[in-house]
């Protein structure tokens, strides 16, 4: 791991106006990601988790440009994808991939399999037909799917294998960064762990950076170096994995973590849980000062008025909370 | 304590074009009155028709319960007519889905759709139902219950949606919820105000619970016994304590093992369990586990294992003496 940042977010915004009416008047905005900063290193993982809504996929699309950035910079391998256009912009794109998480909704049902793995490779224009029937073979390999697999469709695949599918479109081009999507949500327990495996071995085995996006904390804590927890647009807190677990200082994350049930009855009748009242609220109105505030068991007056900053309160460990 | 609820042999057998899917396939569970049994496995294992058998709402063709005996309170709802079914469900059984809009009716308001139960099985009037809707949707934390008594469950967030569907099915106290993955898709915090919440009533109502699950975790900290279901059969069942110490199915200890813990760090070791589970479709006589188990004897090709008692309250589908074979 080198201490030069393959990615580095600064002040990411992605807002999506609200209109009405016949005019398309502007009425508002959602502030799906508003204010993200974060850097990620050569082979690391960042586990970004955070509930639904909280903006995690909207800031993934936005690093990958498939969402137009309102405000911020995405700096990949020292470029400004903000900036770059055109040709430039895809070939940066080819070294970062995202896998989905809907491997049902992710494949083109009118494909056969063989093809959407090789389809990147048309797309960017990467060797001759033969040397990408080549790939597309090794590929199937990598991931563990017979090459058999290559001419079915993905209906005829379980749920499994499709992800498997996903995964090797995704390192298709040879990409150094990968941003998985709950890559394993959709899936059952016993199959997850496959997959999560498979994250891992192929981690090591091309160097690659993940941004592994997930709700599932206990499966971030699994694979992730560095966790940022996500509310309402905004990282909360951000630290190592076991330092989150063990010293976490923001009301959220303790939150989060104390409702992830563990397998183990005798470990769950010794833990203190704290609940959380109320929903999530809206992002096209987040409450004024800290988003958190409304739900938040230790607010104080300044909360409600100011809006707190991510602040480094110790080594590494990021935490945006008045109380620090 | 007198058991509220026995299901013997019970077989829930879908007769397609294709042939015969054995979703549930012998399933025997008990329940003592206010128990609560966790029912865990994955897709496709027949926990939830397990559970549709048990209220009688298997679509009938293509699904037939072709054996078994379902006796609630010692009467078996098999021979009931419908009509007296009716009268189980909701007052004496009450169900909650994973999916409350699919189950709500999108243009009844909250309030209509939980007084219509209440004066169907309690036989009150319109307006001591109200009283009663508006005391209940209190109970389960809804905010403003007086307010929801008229909201549309488009107009609820999840969670809310979920604590709607609680107050339904406890409407009647009923002696036994099933709750089929009731947490599934929410979020995390909410999932735990949820099983906070089922905790509580169950406290306050005595009532037994069934929670039907794929996740080992939430029913951890929530059921005194769990039920392992694989392939249309219960493969362990245990005080959960005992299952999640010393589990003995292969199966068990496979989703055991395949399962990131929260309290475990980056080091720990996830073991997958390999292959895919069964097509259930015209299964043979072996071992459904077989293809996917590392423990396999000759026996298990020929013959698929009954539970057999291993302790104390602790049942195991299995030929092979796991523990003795690891050591």
Redesign the interface.
Known sequence: MSDVPLLEVKGLKVHFPVTQGLLQRSTGSIKAVDGLDLFISQGETVGLVG??GCGKTTAARAIIRLERLTAGQVIFDGEDLGRLKGERLRRIRRKIQMVFQDPYASLDPRMKVGAIVEEPLRVHGLGTAPERKRRVEELFEVVGLNSYFAGRYPHEL?G?QRQRVGIARALAPNPSLVLCDEPTSAL???????I??LLEELQERFRLTYLFIA?????V?????RIAVMYLGKIVELAR??LL?ECSRHPYTR???????????????R?E?V??????PTPDNPPPGCHFHTRCATVMEICREEEPHLVEVAPHHWVACHRN | MPKLLEVNGLKTWFFTRNGVVKAVDGVSISLSEGEALGLVGESGCGKSVSAMSIMRLIPQPPGRIVHGQVLLEGKDLLSLSEDQMREVRGNKIGVVFQDPLTFLNPVLTIGRQISEAIELHMGMSGQQARVRVVELLDKVGLPSPGQRFGSYPHQLSGGMRQRAMIAMAISCNPRLLIADEPTTALDVTIQAQIVNLVKDIRRELGMAVIWITHDLGVVAGLCERVAVMYAGRIVEEAPARDLYKNPHHPYTIGLLRSTPRIDKGRTAELVPINGMPPNLLDPGPECQFLARCTFVGDRCRQEAPDLRVIGEGHRVACWVNVRESQT
Do not use: C, F, T, W
């Open positions: 509930e639904s379980s499994g059952d327990v016993s199959i997850r762990a496959q999560i495996n709700h599932d904390l206990a499966v804590r699994h694979i992730s170096d994995g076991d677990y939150a989060l973590l104390s409702a992830v049930p563990v397998p183990d009855p005798e470990v769950e009748a833990r849980r609940v959380l009242s109320g929903d999530v």
